[in-house]
């Protein structure tokens, strides 16, 4: 996916906000977002991601003010609330459910609405009341389960803290049919992105079978930053789940893997991408994706 021009005022407030949430003094601000602007003028690469651009405007945040982790205490708090909630949505809709695979995707799906890098209000519980009445643009699970085969490794790469809660029950869901799970989180904090320490922290450690990093601080998946870990993984995973817009961001476009995109459109350059609308749940297989996009003639 490339920039689209609704990202550049984006792209400012999402260095805004987390100036804001860093709590540092106006003068700052105005500085970081001066250095933003300037990146912005005279780097930023309009034929790279929007996650791709937006880590270089982080990096600048970071260079400025000395804050390596601004979300922290914001990811421990949805970490504990995610967690309080696990039981009762694992009771109330999971082992209620007649079709559990399909379930554990919504809950996966429906945990990406804890987004702090995309300035918007939310009611998680709300989200979660509302859960079996919100309609996916994309269900592809008929074309998941083909993949179903024992001992074959399947890399799921993590977005944000606290909905990693969320995707425990997929996770186990495909432990159960016997695919081994690899569980990649970022290598270093940025914006509100799960990294080990809320991985272990979330008790995914106990659920997968191995737990890496993509290698750094990195918005999304970029293979010319990911680190060789990541890149052996990738190459020896039998198919791909991409949790959350950012990694969608990035991974667009590549159709030499199998690849299963769960997220949340939560923006209209997003939406046109999918085709589909703005908010709407996605479960979306990237050959489906390339047919869709080959069909309407933007690819």
Known sequence: MKVYPECIPCFMKQILNVSRIA???DSTIMEVLKESAKFVAK????????GHNATFL????KEKTKIQDPYKSLKDKYTEIALRLEPYLEEEFYRKSDDQLSMAIRLAALGN??????PREFDLLEEIKNLLHIPFAYF???????????????????????????DKFL???LKNRGLKVIFAV????ILNDATVEDALKS??????DELITTGKDFIGIDFDFVSEEFKNYWDRAFFVISKGQANFETLDGINSKDIFFILKAKCKPVAKELNCNVNDLIFLYNKHLLEIAESAGTK
């Open 23 to 25: 709590d540092i003094p």
């Open 43 to 50: 780097d930023l690469k309009i034929n790279k991601s929007p």
């Open 58 to 61: 982080h990096r600048i945040f």
């Open 113 to 118: 609405v804890i987004d702090f890098g995309i």
């Open 140 to 166: 592809d699970v008929a074309i998941l389960e083909r993949f179903f085969v024992p001992g074959k490794p399947v890399l799921y790469v993590a977005d944000n803290a606290g909905e990693i809660v969320f």
């Open 171 to 173: 996770l186990r869901e």
């Open 186 to 189: 970022r290598g270093g904090p």
């Open 203 to 208: 008790g995914i450690a106990e659920v997968v």
